[in-house]
């Protein structure tokens, strides 16, 4: 059988902080939910260390505790859009923060992921593989810090992790099928191309509900996914054994 991924962790800032922490480390200026500025004029996570002129910062944006023991091939995706000058944010992850007090106590452990080029451009983290990481209490952090020198002003939106349940994950066949997709992220026209032949391609939320279900499938192959909100999708491809392939796909 073919395993759908779940979601683990999931916080869009639409609504409010949810579970993660805000944790001011130096300086007068903190996180903010900005209301309008987030991908599709929705809210996000926004920080800036300009306040009639650059300051000394240093804020985290923490999320609650993951049992990222309890799933395999977990996937880190996340959106930023930057402008201004000034450091770089940086997303961390650690598995010995205790969840309160100073975060710069814990370990924390970067990783390579595809930044905002600036002017306000929403950009994909790009697929950042956590499947290395265990432990039973793994925060992801975003820490910004400014200086005198200088300071961008920083948005985080849609961040998602997922994985596949442990239980009974041994599934060779998973990634047993290659195909591609393209363009991803996409804003709903998707080219799916491949070389095995096929049975149908199957659309689930991020949440395991089937959105959409086609058979008669000759590669390559186009799916208009227009009606779609902006978000994360998984697309699976099936053959005639019970066997097939999934991937992520990015709707913005």
Same mark, same amino acid.
């Not at 402008?83 to 975060?103: A, H, N, Q, R, V």
């Not at 970067?110 to 950009?123: I, L, N, V």
């Not at 590669?219 to 998984?234: A, C, T, V």
């Given at each position: 059988?073919?395993?759908?991924?779940? &979601?683990?962790?999931?916080?869009?800032?639409?609504?409010?902080?949810?579970?993660?922490?805000?944790?001011?480390?130096?300086?007068?200026?903190?996180?903010?939910?900005?209301?309008?500025?987030?991908?599709? @004029?929705?809210?996000? =996570?926004?920080?800036?260390?300009?306040?009639?002129? #650059?300051?000394?910062?240093?804020?985290?944006?923490?999320?609650?505790?993951?049992?990222?023991?309890? %799933?395999?091939?977990? &996937?880190? *995706?996340?959106?930023? =859009?930057?402008? %201004? $000058?000034?450091? +770089?944010?940086?997303?961390?992850?650690?598995?010995? %923060? +205790?969840?309160?007090?100073?975060? /710069? !106590?814990?370990?924390?452990?970067?990783?390579?992921?595809?930044?905002?080029?600036?002017?306000?451009?929403?950009?994909?983290?790009?697929?950042?593989?956590? /499947?290395?990481?265990?432990?039973?209490?793994?925060?992801?952090?975003?820490?910004?810090?400014?200086?005198?020198? @200088?300071?961008? *002003?920083?948005?985080?939106?849609? &961040?998602?992790? !997922?994985?596949?349940?442990?239980?009974?994950?041994?599934?060779?066949?998973?990634? #047993?099928?290659?195909?591609?997709?393209?363009?991803?992220?996409?804003?709903? $026209?998707?080219?799916?191309?491949?070389?095995?032949?096929?049975?149908?391609?199957?659309?689930?939320?991020? $949440?395991?509900?089937?959105?959409?279900?086609?058979?008669?499938?000759?590669?390559?192959?186009?799916?208009?996914?227009?009606?779609?909100?902006?978000?994360? %999708?998984?697309?699976?491809?099936?053959? @005639?054994?019970? $066997?097939?392939?999934?991937?992520?796909?990015?709707?913005?």
């Amino acid at each position: 059988s073919i395993v759908t991924p779940v &979601v683990i962790l999931y916080q869009d800032f639409n609504n409010n902080w949810g579970f993660w922490d805000t944790v001011n480390v130096l300086g007068a200026e903190v996180w903010e939910r900005d209301n309008n500025f987030g991908i599709n @004029g929705t809210p996000c =996570a926004a920080m800036s260390g300009y306040s009639g002129g #650059a300051q000394d910062n240093e804020d985290w944006l923490i999320s609650p505790a993951m049992n990222l023991d309890a %799933y395999n091939s977990e &996937v880190l *995706t996340f959106f930023t =859009a930057m402008d %201004y $000058t000034g450091p +770089d944010l940086e997303p961390m992850i650690s598995t010995d %923060y +205790d969840g309160g007090g100073d975060p /710069s !106590t814990a370990t924390w452990a970067d990783f390579t992921w595809t930044m905002s080029p600036g002017s306000w451009e929403w950009t994909s983290s790009g697929e950042i593989d956590l /499947s290395g990481i265990a432990g039973t209490a793994v925060y992801l952090a975003f820490i910004f810090t400014s200086t005198t020198a @200088g300071s961008a *002003t920083w948005e985080v939106d849609d &961040v998602l992790i !997922t994985g596949e349940p442990a239980v009974g994950i041994n599934d060779p066949a998973t990634g #047993a099928l290659d195909f591609t997709l393209d363009p991803n992220p996409s804003k709903g $026209t998707v080219h799916i191309g491949g070389s095995k032949e096929i049975i149908d391609i199957e659309v689930f939320s991020a $949440t395991g509900a089937r959105l959409l279900s086609k058979d008669n499938i000759e590669l390559p192959e186009s799916l208009n996914l227009h009606n779609l909100n902006p978000g994360i %999708y998984f697309v699976r491809i099936n053959t @005639g054994d019970d $066997t097939g392939a999934m991937q992520r796909l990015v709707i913005y």
